[in-house]
DNA sequence: GCCCAGGGCTATG
DNA sequence: CATAGCCATGGG
């Protein structure tokens, strides 16, 4: 197993703070699907251990060309944010898979962690290559086109998103995502928005988790409620209005701010 | 702005 | 153990 020094970096939070979903814990490892790869990996303070990709691949997965340091500096507005950033510091943003991220994100529309979890895993085995690592058994993300049966994706569990998803296999070519890496933030959010299945919560966690927009604040029910409480007083307000509060105080990061917020509020019940 | 979608989760019987 | 009610997001 090769291992490079991080700084700044904290494999489990990054893991677990519920980003993404294809990850397994087994014996002190953890084993993470993203589209055609597979990365074992373990964090020993400020050695990551890996096998199964190449160094750039890490690098490149886990953001460590991000400089956290400069970034939670630029969120830490207050006591709420700041706890936040200490109790998980070292969380980063994944780069994920673009196609990969938004089938995942379709599925996650009124569902919870582990059923998403779940249809991700179905999806793959219904429509992706096995795949071993040691005794990780596993399948590929299907690559874009792939997911075209539609008794076959309803076979997976997905419930009424069914018809979402096997849209959005259409719609959705490796063309599609050249072109919305191109644009900026608001045109790339509309194009992703026009996808049956994808409202402005899921297109912004498309947009934070996978095209480089970290000023991406995607609003679901843990963040509205944490927002609300903290910053106005508890006051019934707009989406538009959280965003556009988070946006200015929180800055072009905001989306990191998002995903400390979001993670600690789960874990912590503020 | 209200209701519905399908299935996992949680509390209760 | 079985069952009912709850959850969370987008579409109509």
New binding site residues.
Partial sequence: MRSIKVGDFDLKSTVECGQFFRWNLIEGHYYINSRDSIIKCRQEKDELFFEGVSEVFVRRFFRLDDDLKTITRSINKDKLIGEAIREYYGLRLLRQDPWECLISYIC?????I??IK?NVDKLSEHFGRPVSCDCYDSHHFPHPGRIDDLKKI?AC?V??RAG?IHNANKVATENFFIKLKSLPYAEAKKEL?K?????????DCILLFSLEHMDAFPI???IRKVMIKHYFKGRKISDAKIRDFAASYFGKYAGYAQQYLYYYSRLNNV
């Avoid at 996650?108 to 919870?112: D, F, Q, R, W």
């Avoid at 996808?195 to 297109?203: Q, R, T």
């Fill in positions: 996650s529309a009124a569902a919870n582990p059923k779940m309803s569990k419930g009424f979402y928005i996808l049956e299945g994808v409202g402005e919560k899921i297109a679901d029910t843990w």
